[in-house]
C-alpha cells in the first residue's frame, strides 16, 4: 500500500476499492479494512456536506476512471500514529493542468485541531507532489474567517491571491491561495 509517512503522521491515499467501503458501508468498515482504531471526526457541517459530495461526484468516479493515477485523485486519510486513528483528509484535484497546477484541500477533526497535523500532513503531500516534473504551482481556497486553516497554508508557503464568493453553500467567501512549486527534477 502506498502511504507517505511524516514524523506523527502516516498519509494513505485510498483507492477506489477503499472509497467504496467507505461510501457503501460507512466510515466504521472504511477504518477496520485500513486496521485503523475507530475515530468519529467532528468536523463542520459544511465539511461533512463537502465530504460526502467529493466521495461520491469526484473521488470514486475519478479513481474508477484513472486506476493508476488514483492517489492524484483521492482522499489521503491522515493517520495519527501514535494512537492509529484517522484523525481527517487532505487531497489534489487530479494531475496537474495544462497551466502546471492542481488544487489542494484538507479537513481535520476538530479534536486534533491547533496541533500542528494539517501543516504537517501539507507539507508532505506538497513534497511528494513536487516530484511531479509537470506540477507548477498548488492553488487553494479557504472561508475568510478560516484563520488557522489560512495559517496552515502560510506555513507552507502559500501566498493569498485574491478573493471570491463561491456560490455553494450559501455565497461563502473565500481567499484564494497560490504556491510555486519548484519540482524536484534530476
Known amino acids: 500500500m502506498i502511504s507517505i509517512k511524516t514524523p506523527r503522521l502516516q498519509l494513505i491515499p485510498l483507492d477506489h476499492s477503499l472509497l467504496r467501503t467507505w461510501a457503501e458501508q460507512g466510515r466504521d468498515a472504511l477504518e477496520i479494512q485500513l486496521g485503523l482504531q475507530h475515530n468519529t471526526w467532528e468536523i ?72 500542528g497535523y494539517a501543516s504537517e500532513a501539507l507539507q508532505y503531500l506538497i513534497e511528494w507532489a513536487s516530484q511531479d516534473q509537470d506540477l507548477q504551482y498548488l492553488v487553494a481556497e479557504t472561508p475568510i474567517e478560516n484563520l488557522a486553516s489560512q495559517s496552515v497554508l502560510t506555513k507552507n508557503g502559500f ?16 481567499f484564494t491561495w497560490k504556491r510555486p512549486i519548484q519540482s524536484k527534477r534530476t
Not at 159 to 174: A, F, H
Open 44 to 115: 463542520e457541517a459544511f465539511f461533512q456536506e463537502e465530504t460526502q459530495m467529493a466521495l461520491l461526484d469526484f473521488w470514486l468516479p475519478m479513481t474508477k476512471k484513472f486506476p493508476f493515477d488514483f492517489i492524484w485523485y483521492t482522499n489521503w486519510e491522515i493517520i495519527l500514529t501514535e494512537k492509529s486513528c484517522s484523525i481527517g483528509g487532505i487531497g489534489l484535484a487530479g494531475l496537474p493542468n495544462d497551466q502546471g497546477s492542481t488544487e489542494i484541500g484538507y479537513c481535520l477533526d476538530k479534536k486534533f485541531r491547533r496541533h
Open 159 to 174: 501566498i493569498q491571491t485574491g478573493q471570491k464568493i463561491l456560490q455553494q453553500p450559501e455565497g461563502m467567501e473565500v
